[in-house]
């Protein structure tokens, strides 16, 4: 059976000004290996886990087998010093008929 | 002549050692989740769902990359429901474990001892860059006097990795 995998990089995303004031960017990688899933879920937490409020061109993005794309990520530059993980999530469709199914989520954390 | 034709060699060698073709790369910190086994579950008895072996299953085994020590911590999420079953009328008991299948390094056979867990959640620290298998045994119980409906059933196992 081949093996399938997720990747989210980098480990440490610094936030950087964007181009509308007051928002920061971070920008994300994701290589999708995983031929079993098309669609990754992205996410932004506080220390506690907490969902923050953020903004990206699609939160459940298509992402075929075996490419690469490149997200940003904007947030508040209020929540910046809450902002701790940016997190993104395999989405498995409905219909799986698979036993268990592994969900993988990949989470870099904001220094 | 002879003299020319060598200088001349010499000189179109000294080219083709002066072409050079770059190959570069970057080693990023960075953790990979693979799924290396699917799990199925046996039917050993009408109440009972399971992944071991002696059950007629397959335990589910995640494998996790990590490029550098210290940088990830693995979450691993054992199901405690159905994602799609037929109609159930009943509770169902679930049990599960996470456990340390292979390792590339002999270091991380710590990891199992050093495991921490709650509910149906087992953290690991990667403390150690390499690779690590991880298996999922998982197991549903119904009522004890009551057959699971026929039909297909799927559960779901959540693999983190969390940037420390």
Redesign the interface.
Known sequence: ?P??????????PKLQPSYVEGVLRARMEIFN??E?IEYYEFSVHDENWGKLPFATTERILYVPYLKRTYVDIFIKEEDKDRAV?ICSMSK?L?G??????????????LK | MKKALALLGLATASTVFAVDAPITGTVASKCVIVTDTAGVYGNPTPSVLSTAAVDGGVEPVVRYDVISADFYKAVISTPDSFSSSPALSDVVNWTGSVSVAEVTDPLMSAYDTNKRTFNNVTEFDLTVAGTVWFKVSSQADYGATKAFPGGNYVSVVNAECIAL
């Open positions: 059976m093996a399938y995998g997720h990747q989210f990089m980098p480990t440490y290996s995983r079993d993980y498995i409905a799986v008929h698979q036993s268990t199914v592994v969900s993988s989520k990949i989470c870099s954390k």
